[in-house]
Every structure is written in structure tokens, then in C-alpha cells.
């Protein structure tokens, strides 16, 4: 089943215009299967460059994220590889935050096409009942110096647990928000 719906709206559009400080996203899908899968699909526009976002999101997260978020991260450390498919990040969150860490695994990265994929795979954040979390990214450039990027995440939930969709939903707000952050860091400091 799909449902469309509206995340996040923050902006003022006439036409095809997105002004700066603005952030839309225009499309957000979900699906649900009866395997204890959840499909969550989002397309949001920027009016930072592709390169800027893809960079900042894949290449040079741990920086920009504890920049973005202090209050939430405790420090993000690379326990195996060297950032590219394979690598495995341990995030630790500060003491008083609902989770303790997760782990997540890079499945690919590619700079040229501006693709990146990784899987959460361990941690309290997988409330017990969710067995992996994927996520893939694709970022495009528009034609006014924006970027489109393009989120498909994969909740995949473990057998015979009882979910509530409203938990698995949470979770795709806050990365929503956190893309909303770095968007936000980046037009405040040009040249980061």
C-alpha cells in the first residue's frame, strides 16, 4: 500500500523557485509489506549544491553532524575500514538521550554518481524489534544550483515482533530533521 504524504514544509515556492533558507520535501512515500518490511521514500529540494550536501551527509558526517547536533552525540568512531563500503561506525549518543549507540555499516559509496548507502545493524536505537534499518542515498543537481536528494530508507523488523508504525515513522522524522540541520550548517558557513 502507498500513501503519500507531506513530512516537512518550510518555505514559500512560486513556480519552480525555492528561495534560500528553505527546505521542502516533495514527495514522501511509505509502504508497508507484510513480511515486517516498511519502505519509506523521500524527495527533498535544496538550495545547496549537490556536491555540498553529498559531501557533508557521506564523506565528512562525523564533523558536520556533532557541529549540527552537540547536544546529542557523544562522539562517532570508525571501529573497521576506511569510510568507504564495508567501514563500520560506532555512534555513541550522550548520557540522557533515549538510546546508548548504534553501529551501521557503508554498503557502497560513489562520489561521481553522488550515491551512498549504509545499514544500522546494531544498537538500542532498534527499539528490540527492528532488525536492520538501510538506508540509500542519491543526490542530484537542479538546474538554478540546488540539489534534489532522494532517501529510501528500509525498516525491516524482526519475526514475530510486535511493531508500532508510529516508533518506525518516528525515526524517519528525525532523519528528515537532521538533513534539514545540515542544510541549515551549510548555508551558514559557505565555505565549510
Given at each position: 500500500m502507498h500513501k503519500a504524504f507531506v513530512v516537512a514544509i518550510n518555505t514559500k515556492t512560486d513556480s519552480h523557485q525555492i528561495p534560500s533558507q528553505s527546505w521542502v520535501v516533495l514527495q514522501s512515500e511509505r509502504q508497508r509489506s507484510t513480511m515486517g518490511v516498511y519502505t519509506f521514500t523521500n524527495e527533498i529540494h535544496s538550495p545547496v549544491s549537490a556536491s555540498r550536501i553529498f559531501n557533508a551527509i557521506t564523506l565528512d558526517p562525523d564533523t558536520i553532524v556533532k557541529k549540527i547536533v552537540p547536544s546529542g552525540i557523544k562522539n562517532i568512531d570508525v571501529?573497521?575500514?576506511?569510510?568507504?563500503?564495508?567501514?563500520?561506525?560506532?555512534?555513541?549518543?550522550?548520557?540522557?538521550?533515549?538510546?546508548?549507540?548504534?553501529?551501521?555499516?557503508?554498503?557502497?559509496?560513489?562520489?561521481?554518481?553522488?550515491?551512498?548507502?549504509?545499514?544500522?545493524?546494531?544498537?538500542?536505537?532498534?527499539?528490540?524489534?527492528?532488525?536492520?534499518?538501510?538506508?540509500?542515498?542519491?543526490?542530484?543537481?537542479?538546474?538554478?544550483?540546488?540539489?534534489?536528494?532522494?532517501?529510501?530508507?528500509?525498516?525491516?523488523?524482526?519475526?514475530?515482533?510486535?511493531?508500532?508504525?508510529?516508533?518506525?515513522?518516528?525515526?524517519?522524522?528525525?532523519?528528515?530533521?537532521?538533513?534539514?540541520?545540515?542544510?541549515?550548517?551549510?548555508?551558514?558557513?559557505?565555505?565549510?
Open positions: 571501529i573497521q575500514g576506511n569510510g568507504g563500503p564495508g567501514t563500520i561506525k560506532l555512534i555513541n549518543f550522550l548520557e540522557g538521550k533515549p538510546f546508548k549507540y548504534v553501529k551501521h555499516r557503508v554498503d557502497a559509496l560513489d562520489k561521481e554518481k553522488m550515491t551512498y548507502a549504509y545499514t544500522v545493524f546494531e544498537g538500542d536505537a532498534l527499539i528490540g524489534r527492528i532488525e536492520s534499518i538501510s538506508h540509500e542515498f542519491k543526490i542530484s543537481s537542479r538546474p538554478d544550483g540546488g540539489s534534489t536528494g532522494i532517501q529510501v530508507s528500509t525498516y525491516r523488523t524482526k519475526p514475530g515482533a510486535e511493531n508500532k508504525e508510529e516508533e518506525i515513522t518516528s525515526g524517519e522524522s528525525k532523519d528528515s530533521c537532521v538533513f534539514k540541520a545540515v542544510e541549515d550548517y551549510l548555508l551558514a558557513h559557505p565555505d565549510a
